[in-house]
């Protein structure tokens, strides 16, 4: 089912709520009216968010609860990502795992926002994804990146790596491996999450840190 509700008459942001849970899906979409410059849409499951979305064409900004009927794991988080049209989405979820979180990054989320973020948190959390940043708590920002003996990377992630730090498109690091392209996805998709990555590009930079040439 999809809801709409909206706040100010200039509003700014167009916004999905996408949670199963009707009390949480009423309190934010509430404070986010009370807060002006917000026109947000709700939805009670990951059909409807689709749908919402179909109709909207793009919404600003999603919250996704990870943990939604309907959801598939982080491939969910990624067929709502290109659903929307580039435009970020964010996990909404109570708990999630760093490697959840991480891998949903590498599959394009703009972020986690948990479900405890302080109500006067929430707007700054939001208005600093729109800013093009990605949002993560700070228990999950005071981690340190990982280094050359904790990294994690198998010798064939090392290998893949050393190829994207050398701008190889993936289709390209499978013909040199004698792989497929989808396998080689799979690893790049892998080496970010190990890493904390947020993209290819993003693994590329930190691959310098782990003394790769």
Known sequence: MVEQMTGAADTEVDLLIADDHQLVRDLVASHLRAQGGFSV???DSFA???QAIATQGGFDIVLLDFAMPGMKGVQGVADLVAANQGK???L???LARRET???ALARGASGYIPKSTSAKSLPNAIRLVLSGEVYLPASFQSAP???AGDSGLSPRELEVLRAVRGGLMNKEIANRMGLSEVTIKMHVRSICTKLNARNRTQAAIMAE???LD
């Open 41 to 43: 849409t709700t939805a």
């Open 88 to 90: 970020p989405v964010v």
């Open 48 to 50: 409807a968010a689709q």
């Open 101 to 103: 979180v991480m891998e």
């Open 145 to 147: 990146p990982p280094g």
């Open 209 to 211: 840190s782990l003394g």
């Open 92 to 94: 909404f979820s109570g």
